[in-house]
């Protein structure tokens, strides 16, 4: 019974050791993917009741949606939600037609959501 076992492991070594050798080493790994978008919320223009946003992303990532927000003072509204399919897009925040509020000071940053409905690289404000 102890040469079955000895021819048994020896067998399994080598089918293991063919295997393994079959890889080709010189070939290069493949590479990563970016996992994490780049976000940038840029000002484009500003008049006196509205402001122009340009929103500019590095990685494609067709299956999530982008989500625009605006700080005035202690309040963050998010008031753009949209897929994003281009690379950058404009949006001007007129607060709804209503105009902003003259002599206000307004801050903008914008984060994607994945998938699974979680907040990921939120930009710079």
Known sequence: MKPAKILSFLIL?????????????????EPVLQTRDTITVSIEQVTHRSVSLRLT??????????????????DTLSFVIFPLSSADTLI?????????ALDSEY???????????????????
């Open 13 to 29: 070594t080598c089918i293991f050791l063919i295997f393994n050798c079959s890889q080709n080493p010189s070939k290069p790994p």
């Open 57 to 74: 992303k590095k990685l494609k990532v067709k299956s999530n949606r982008y989500v625009l927000n605006r700080i005035s003072g202690p």
């Open 107 to 125: 801050s903008y940053f914008a984060y994607r959501i994945d998938s699974a409905g979680i907040a990921k690289d939120t930009s710079a404000t």
């Open 92 to 100: 001007i925040d007129d607060n709804e037609g209503q105009g902003l």
